[in-house]
């Protein structure tokens, strides 16, 4: 039996850095936005490539596994070079994968560009990933503590309420880490996921898109609200600004240390699955937040999503020199 099996996709990813670093602003009389700047026509140079593997589901493979977690990765991949990675990369972290290979399709594939600051923008190709079939997986092998589910869409979406119901009746604590593109679907669309859950961990703009709340809106109110959808223990992050947690008793912040910061890809997966391999060991919700606050860290401190994810002890000495969590009791 596995501690975990984590389910959902798996990339490589190019990230892509050039000398085109400008930014243009676009106001509306109701938003305002940033955008990229590349010139129509134009041949820019490249001044840095990197390859790299990537994806929600493999992802947090390596970070349950660097936490000393049995695990194992459930995912659909092509039958092509980029699988080969991927697959490469697994074995080299002892992960298991029990999931299936598709030689119609291809495997996904990502291009992060780089920006001014720290954010980037992504394109992204999804194509095997698409398309998990709950009846190709085997079924001996998917025995586990844990099912983590990043976002479900595509065919797949149907794959993970099969994959849901399965953990239900067999006992499987589930996690779920969505997506702004499956979120946007809103609420009634994912009641039958969200009642399944044990614990939800997104950021503040999906909480609020998932409720039809406001981001301004209080947190402990966003995640009461996220709560009565269905999941026990629900965990938003604000980016600088800290992550937030409650079971329905305490809210628990913590704000994260100011650390240089080269790319934030991943950072998201980081905290989500260090959150959940705290659980899975049988933390409480305080020491959890330390934990998935010292990996997220760690990540954005340099390229690739899952290059600096910690191991155990790494991750101990790391949580001693972080910040404490602010608990308050809820009324």
């Known amino acids: 039996m596995y501690d975990i099996i984590t389910i959902r996709s798996a990339t490589v990813d190019a990230f892509v850095k050039t000398s085109m670093e400008e930014l243009i602003d676009i106001k509306t009389p109701t938003s305002e936005q940033e955008l990229t700047c590349y010139p129509l026509g134009a041949k820019i140079l490249i001044k840095e490539l990197q390859f790299m593997t990537g994806g929600g589901g493999t992802n947090a493979a390596v970070s349950f596994a660097r936490l000393g977690l049995k695990t194992a990765y459930a995912g659909n991949l092509g039958k092509d070079e980029s699988a080969d990675r991927i697959l490469s990369e697994l074995k080299k972290e002892h992960i298991d994968f029990i999931g299936t290979m598709d030689k119609k399709a291809k495997t996904n ?42 976002s479900m869409t595509g ?16 006992r499987i604590k589930i996690a779920y880490n969505p997506s702004e593109y499956q979120v946007k679907d809103g609420a009634r669309k994912l009641k039958p996921l969200l009642e399944k859950t044990d614990v939800i961990i997104f950021n503040r703009e999906e909480a609020a898109m998932l409720t039809g ?16 959808l269905g999941p026990k223990i629900a965990a938003i992050t604000d980016g600088p600004k800290g992550a937030y947690c409650s079971e329905g008793i305490t809210l628990y912040a913590i704000i994260p240390r100011k650390v240089k910061v080269v790319e934030t890809t991943g950072a998201g997966d980081a905290f989500a699955s260090s959150f959940v391999a705290g659980l899975a060991k049988g933390y409480g919700i305080e020491f959890c937040m330390r934990l998935a606050l010292a990996n997220s860290e760690s990540v954005i401190q340099y390229y690739g999503a899952k290059n600096i994810l910690l191991k155990w002890n790494e991750a101990m000495k790391e949580m001693k020199k972080g910040p404490k969590v602010k608990k308050i009791k809820l009324k």
């Open 213 to 228: 709340m406001n981001t301004e809106d209080r947190i402990e109110n966003l995640l009461a609200a996220v709560r009565k």
């Open 109 to 150: 594939f990502s291009v992060v560009l780089n920006s001014i600051g720290h954010d980037r923008s992504i394109l992204v190709y999804r194509d095997s990933s698409e398309n998990l079939d709950f009846g190709k997986l085997n079924k001996p092998k998917m025995k586990a503590k844990w099912f983590y589910f990043s």
């Open 155 to 170: 065919n797949s979406f149907e794959a993970g309420l099969k994959l849901m119901d399965y953990g239900a009746k067999n």
